[in-house]
């Protein structure tokens, strides 16, 4: 039993999306997840992250096509706002199951 | 505690966050002390002054102080929709107030109210836009600023004393509060350069 449960949970950690595992992304994605858009200030001022990591992390969520980066001049300033594609919700929402089904297999065993 | 209950007390974690600034609390607390005081002095036309100078230096206080800071966000639709309606039920309940204030003291009864409270009446309309506020935007401080604003109306009923002291005391707890979030806010919030504006 405790074999075959084993396997099952490394099969289920192996799933998980990496790019999304990543806890500095994770927090980026949750919170772009539950509002329409933020800006990019607004998601460092949320999660704490630096500047140029928080600038690395969301190259490459927008490069994965997870994140939408819409750049506009504000009064004559850049100014840089963010959402999430369609596919980032789908791939955090599939993302969020595959965790829950893998805690709930782990917690039935 | 499931997914979805955890993404909505994180949705519900950003937006108290949006409101952490104080400049709210310091503007609409700072006007009714200024509105309260003016009474006391007899000037009475400062509930006319005062509230639209406080409408318009809102936004610009939030752009000047809290975005550089906070940022900008704009929440999903469901809290857009509920934000909204919310404070149109506050505005109209708001001008029905004052409207129905207006209107029993214009022609010089309070059939409704017993006539002991008559000097604290200001304060409870008050009171009720400040548990409108507290409903509509989910801020339980605004609440504690409306029961603020009972207890000054009872206080200022039972002296029959001046109107004016109950707005002023009133205003000037939620001012107070406004002013000490107000540098909290700034004492833990840097101004931040967004990297990707560069």
Known sequence: MTIRATRVDA????????????????GVIACL????????????????ISGGNLSSHLKRLA?????????????????TTLSLTADGRARFEAYLRTLHDMLGALKAE | MGARSELAATEARVFQ??????????????????????????????????PPLAIVSWPILRQRITHPR?????FNAHRRFRMRHGMIAVLSLGVL???????????????????????????????????????????????????????????????????GWALAGGGAIAAAN???????????????????DK
């Open chain 2, 97 to 163: 107030l004052f409207g129905f204030f207006a209107l029993h003291f214009g022609v010089g009864h309070l059939p409704p109210f017993p006539r002991w409270l008559a000097p604290g009446i200001p304060a409870l309309l008050l009171a009720a836009l400040a548990l409108s506020a507290a409903e509509a935007l989910r801020l339980a401080r605004f609440a504690l600023y409306g029961i603020g604003f009972i207890a000054a109306a009872l206080v200022v009923s039972g002296l029959d004393a001046d109107p």
């Open chain 2, 178 to 196: 406004g002013a000490r979030m107000l540098v909290a806010f700034l004492r833990d919030f840097p101004m931040l350069a967004a990297e990707m």
């Open chain 1, 11 to 26: 099969q289920a950690i192996a799933s998980l999306d990496r790019t999304l595992h990543e806890p500095a992304r994770l």
């Open chain 2, 70 to 74: 906070l940022g900008r966000v704009r």
């Open chain 2, 17 to 50: 966050a949006y409101w952490q600034d104080g400049v709210l609390d310091l503007l609409a607390g700072g006007s009714t002390l200024l509105i309260g005081l003016g009474w006391l002095a007899g000037f009475v036309l400062a509930s006319v002054v005062v």
């Open chain 1, 63 to 79: 490069s994965e096509g997870c994140v939408t980066v819409r750049k506009e001049f504000d009064e004559g300033k850049p100014h």
């Open chain 1, 33 to 48: 997840y539950v509002v329409d858009e933020a800006d990019f200030v607004f998601l460092q001022s949320q999660t704490g």
